[in-house]
């Protein structure tokens, strides 16, 4: 309770033994009342204090809830992040070595010139595909400096940039294993 309402809750009883027509009031009666109203006041105020207390762990715990929350998912979508980085220069990388295992196999025995065109492509889109996952790994890197430096924007700007560079690793790999097929399709049947 403020001051000026304790004030005021003395004036109204004063003013209610005045209005009963009482013009002296007993020192000890007066003493009394403000006994009573000092606990009241003091009864209030822990209440109040314990509410308070109580309201104030709830919204506390509730928010560590939620940051554990968050963290948890971020730490799933960096491992997802990762794997995809490391899927898109597994199958890139892959295709290149398998390729360039194949031009050795067949390079003493002859090989068709339409089939080397197709290979070379084929190389090259999976060494392109392997590069664009590497500068991906790279953008990754600078989007999570830029979040925990709190550059919101750029921070997102580079997290668009490494799905879109990854999508490219993905799609420079379909190229590289069509031109792949075309390769062994011209190789087998020239």
């Known amino acids: 309770m403020k001051p000026s309402a304790a004030i005021a809750v003395i004036r109204n009883a004063i003013l209610e033994v005045k209005s009963k027509k009482q013009e002296h009031v007993s020192v000890d009666a007066l003493l009394n009342y403000l006994n009573d ?12 204090e314990a509410s308070f207390r109580a309201e104030h762990e709830r919204n506390l715990t509730h928010y560590e809830v939620q940051q554990q929350h968050s963290l948890e998912m971020w730490r799933s979508v ?14 890139n ?15 003493v025995k002859g090989i068709a010139d339409n089939a080397v065109a197709s290979i070379t492509f084929s190389i090259a889109f999976f060494s392109f595909g392997v590069l664009a996952a590497s500068i991906g790994s790279g953008t990754t890197y600078v989007a999570q400096y830029c979040y925990a430096a709190e ?13 879109i560079i990854i999508f490219l690793s993905y799609i ?10 075309m390769s062994f399709s011209e190789h087998l049947h020239p």
């Open 37 to 48: 109203l000092d606990e009241d006041i003091d009864n209030k105020h822990e209440f109040d």
């Open 78 to 91: 960096i491992t997802f992040a990762l794997g995809s980085i490391k899927s898109a220069m597994l199958i």
């Open 93 to 107: 990388g892959g295709g290149a070595v398998a390729l360039l295992a194949f031009i050795g196999n067949i390079w």
């Open 151 to 163: 550059w919101e924007k750029t921070a997102i700007s580079f997290h668009v940039s490494t799905v």
């Open 172 to 181: 420079l790999f379909g190229f590289g294993a069509y031109e792949a097929y």
